[in-house]
């Protein structure tokens, strides 16, 4: 340790420590030491949460999970079935709603609002409803779509997801149109493609994976919503209607239902479902990152 | 590439055939108010939170805000409990969320070894796809029993009859629900947003400004503090603004571990609320003026958020995020 000496320190100046006094040492090292604890610490709580569901969802899937109906209070086994078809149709209801606004506002963005104050302002905008509080949302379509028609509807918690979504696939398409190289349009113009023909067959071509993205990352982020399905679907403990009126079972409210329930059962299905529904959300967003890597 | 130079032709010749540039315009025009759209929901979510919560602000003016009582048999509502809740839950994620988002930054732009830096990175990222609802589920299962047994139980022995420590750390029933364990498993769900931008800002720093500092000796720690953090400084501030806007509004995590207590207490280890675990918990049930009430909550938290987000991304400044 005489390399804190001054004298030796200059007689090997590429020593790691050279010249530097203990106090500077320790203060480099106990914050290495805490940056990486914290990194540890993070992903140990992800492995955590993952632990736990697998732990104590695990022992509730059977083939009755998938197959029967939500059971009643107090009664015996009973499954998910409705409410992972009802998760389904109402995330894909809601990815239905947003992929054609997502995809035309932010190709308006990329593509038409270069430069201009309105485009600056919507982007703006769109950033902060990227992080709005779901719940709001939810409140939002229970005033205009829920309170007018006398009724919780699938409707209206497909428009919550969608809205919920929209955010998210304009940013994308917007950042992804971005990366696409201007020859690749002037090529396109100098065959005389009006800029539509351009857009639809050249940018959004160039830009397909990116913008399917997009789209899987929306799907992630809202498969797991809960609060904004409390005012609009809520839930329903048999198979809901085609038409999609009245509640519409989903498996975050069943979730949030069973949870504290009384019953053991419904506990178990809480388990299960927590653990479906968190596995299918990391898979999806794995295969999203996955396309982003390899498309760059 | 290939395969857009050779459909290119294919896809220009039929527009010939249709009227001048009509798909032109409506292609045009649609993006155009698909854009529009945007603006119209912000403001559809802001009329609507006035328009429906107008009764209970009109019935209780600016009483609504400062009072404290939610009686919802005589129709009595005031925000004041949720108001606080929803402040010091969002503090306390900041207090614990915040030097550990920087922390795993550092480490990620820093510290790690090139092969390790891509799984990390994405395994703090899954951080954030983890649905609200197993945070909460997580909480109240396995971290609310842990908190109450370890941490709840032994602090309250030692702060008991103690001056101010005695009151805010006491906690009359250690449940291990209340308005701190709410605060921590915020931090945990808004570090992923703080770590990336932030990770993301420390990365766009040109690295001669490092490398100069390394140059005339400073240790790692130095280079950090002295020349990463001032230069990233302002995003940094706007990263932490944009974790406390998901804090702010962070729903059914906080329900299930907050306790859903009506009133307020002095102890932050106490059962509380916040105002968007009171809307979960009471719309269902709610009419008339409750429901009003519970709007305007709504309403009050819009406006929070709102400036906390305007804020959060004029600092920011287009970085990504999804």
Redesign the interface.
Known sequence: MSMTTPSTASQTPHAEW???RPA??T??R???L??????F???F??F??LG??IV?GIGGLSLATFTQVTPGPGSEGGGLANAIVGSIVLTFLGIAVAT??????G???A???KGSQL?N??R??????????????G??VY??LVEPFRGYSGWAGGVALG?IA???I???TE?MLRLVPGP?RE??AA???????V????TW??AKSGMVT?IL?AL?RI?????PL??TA?NNNFWFSPTLSGGVSNL?VT??QF??APYENWQQL??AG?LI??VS??LL??IA?RIVRGSK | MTAVTQTMPAAAAPLRKTPKGTFDIVFRNASFLAALFVLVLLAGIMLSMVVGGWPAFREFGFGFITSSVWDTQNDQYGAWPAIVGTLSTALIALVIGVPLSLGIAVYLTQLAPPWFKQPVATAIELLAAVPSIIYGMWGLFVFVPLFAAYVQVPLSNIVEGLPIVGTVLYSRSPSGLGIFTAGIILAFMIIPFIASITRDMLEQIPSVLRESAYGIGATTWEVVRHVLVPQAGVSIIGAVMLGLGRALGETMAVTFVVGNANRLSASILDPGSTIASRIANEFNEALGLQLNALIALGCILFFVTFVVLVIARILVSRVKTY
């Open positions: 050279g010249r530097v500077r040492r203060a480099d106990a914050m290495k805490i940056a990486t604890g914290f990194t610490l993070a992903i709580v992800l955590w949460i736990m569901l104590k054609p606004i997502g995809v035309l506002a190709t308006y963005l593509e038409y609002g485009a302002l919507i703006f905008i769109n950033d902060i409803l990227l992080s709005a509080p779901s719940i709001l949302i409140l939002f005033v205009i809205i929209i955010p998210v304009v940013r994308t950042d690749l090529a396109g065959l005389g493609a009006p800029p539509s023909v857009i639809t067959s050249v071509r160039a997009g990352l992630a498969a797991g919503e809960t609060a409390i005012f809520l975050p979730i949030y949870a504290s809480a388990w927590s529904i968190t959300i990391l967003s794995l990152r």
